[in-house]
């Protein structure tokens, strides 16, 4: 790996975004498929605390997420305290957007150094040569990322606190910690989004909730949906929706992928070979949410329309009406939602 310390000074270039609408393209056939690889810009700034590998990143190239809002946002640095899935799948989608430099993201973690230098080598990403250079590095962020397990997280904001300060935007990705849970770790009052994103975002198809504490500025408020708004859509909820929102879609992709293992076992059991039931299902699947999406028509009635009277698809949702399935689904939704709330009333002791 081709990694070498750079020098202090130069301050980084501020991140500029576009006010562009995320599209999709219309081709299906390329939705289930990993967008290609694409060597995105490097960044010129330097600082003797940091490490990158000096190469151009290589990233998940994903279109439909490129050009974000909004020009007049601008930032000197993000930090990512947690370098696991979901801080590498944010950190790809800042990138792939272009509003800032991969140089200007920062990712820390509690021992793993393999794990930092590789994100490091992939995405050009900086990342701290000592404890010390760890500390400023924080201090001087604008936007700190939590991205710990919540089983973790107690332990690893305790420690970060003297760290943080009222001027930076502290957002985190912890499920079931509280805001107000957060504050009481921090000990003292600082703008925090807390966020509920799923693991679709790791291709840039993520669905998050955010809510915001008091003191989050207008702007911060920006700039933390801009940033979900890189690894997918963003819906703003009052805090206690959050659990909801775990509910529906941060729970919801293996509610979909249960539905796709019965509709492949289905159609294996009913001779079709294994690949042609699973490619018939993801593409049926791929299909109906774009169907959903293009035609802004109600699931519903995309649902009458391909259900004649007596034919093959009522057949099936009688069947599944007389076992109570929306019923069944709806209910999950809720006990999701249930099972979030204990599980952040569990975190708060
Ligand atoms: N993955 C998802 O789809 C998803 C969806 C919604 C929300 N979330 C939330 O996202 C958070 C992260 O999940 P993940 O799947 O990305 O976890 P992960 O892959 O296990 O990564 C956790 C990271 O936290 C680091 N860490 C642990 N203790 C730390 C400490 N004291 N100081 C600094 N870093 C520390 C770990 O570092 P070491 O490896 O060095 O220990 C590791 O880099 C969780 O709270 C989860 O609830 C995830």
Redesign the pocket.
Known sequence: MDTMNTNTTNEMNKASMTNDVNTMSSDCRHAAKHRELGALRGADNDADTVMTNGANPTVMNDSSNMDKPNSKLSIDRISF?????????IIRGLINTGWIASRQIV???????E??QQLASLYDISIPTDEAARDQLITSSDIVV?????K??A???A??APRLHERQLII??????NIGSLTRIIGKPLPIAR????????IGL?ATGISFSERVTDVQRQLAQTIFESVGIVRIVEEPLLDVV?GVS?SGPAYIYYVMEAMIRGGIECGLSPDAAKDLTLQTVLGAARMVQETGEEPAELRRKVTSPGGTTQAALELMASNDLQETISNAVKRAAERARELGAALEK
């Open positions: 305290v947690g370098a696991g899935s979901m801080a590498e799948a990712a820390v973690n509690r021992s793993n150094a794990r930092l939590l991205a710990m397990k919540p973790d997280a332990q690893a904001i420690d970060l985190s990705v912890i499920a079931g910690l966020t509920m994103p799923n693991t679709s975002s790791s993520g775990t941060g």
